[in-house]
T-cell receptor
């Protein structure tokens, strides 16, 4: 089906473990983004990508790594998970900025 | 730098009443402005957007917003609230320079609709 898909929907991991959140879009949108949503903070940009092999930091990049070898995929890796990274993570894509973003359904990550 | 302030983290209205959700922005260049809605356990859905042209923009589900440059505002309204409008609403801005292509979101306003 066309769209933007995030996996897994829910994840529980232990402190110190590496975890990767997946994001896949079928539109060949150039722009892709990772946000985290926390109570009282709204959505904060972690990383974004303007095209394959082009990524840049957002507002809260520390502790996260991204890659984009293919246009349609934009995985987010937590290198060594901490409890402060417990959050809901949203991936989004956009053909261009003035079209707005299309969001995935989110991944709820709990670090214990 | 760009920023968004949503006035009121919670707004409560009666069914059939006017909905008014307030958003003020800061941007060093003419902004693109957006409103998104989020239903429980779902992603964000685009309600409407302002890029250029007409300052009154209409969106889905009967919502509209007016871009007022002099007031740096982009308030969201709906003449008559419906129970299905209960959700969280986010205002977002995208500016130029190093912020080009990146949306900055407000902290959200939870709308409650009473019967």
């Amino acid at each position: 089906d066309a769209g933007i898909t995030q996996s897994p929907r829910y994840k529980i991991t232990e402190t110190g473990r590496q975890v990767t959140l997946m994001c896949h879009q079928t539109w060949s949108h150039s722009y892709m983004f990772w946000y985290r949503q926390d109570l009282g903070h709204g959505l904060r940009l972690i990383y974004y990508s303007a095209a394959a092999d082009i990524t840049d930091k957002g507002e809260v990049p520390d502790g996260y790594v991204v890659s984009r070898s293919k246009t349609e995929n934009f995985p987010l890796t937590l290198e060594s998970a901490t409890r402060s990274q417990t959050s809901v993570y949203f991936c989004a894509s956009s053909v261009t900025v003035n079209y707005g973003y299309t969001f995935g359904s989110g991944t709820r990550l709990t670090v214990v | 730098a760009q920023s968004v302030t949503q006035l009121g983290s919670h707004v409560s209205v009666s069914e059939g009443a006017l909905v008014l959700l307030r958003c003020n922005y800061s941007s060093s260049v003419p902004p693109y402005l957006f409103w998104y809605v989020q239903y429980p356990n779902q992603g964000l859905q685009l309600l409407l957007k302002y890029t250029t042209g007409a300052t009154l923009v209409k969106g889905i589900n009967g919502f509209e917003a007016e871009f007022k440059k002099s007031e740096t505002s982009f308030h969201l309204t709906k003449p008559s609230a419906h129970m299905s409008d209960a959700a969280e609403y986010f205002c977002a801005v995208s500016g130029g320079g190093t912020s080009y292509g990146k949306l900055t979101f407000g902290q959200g306003t939870i709308l409650t609709v009473h019967p």
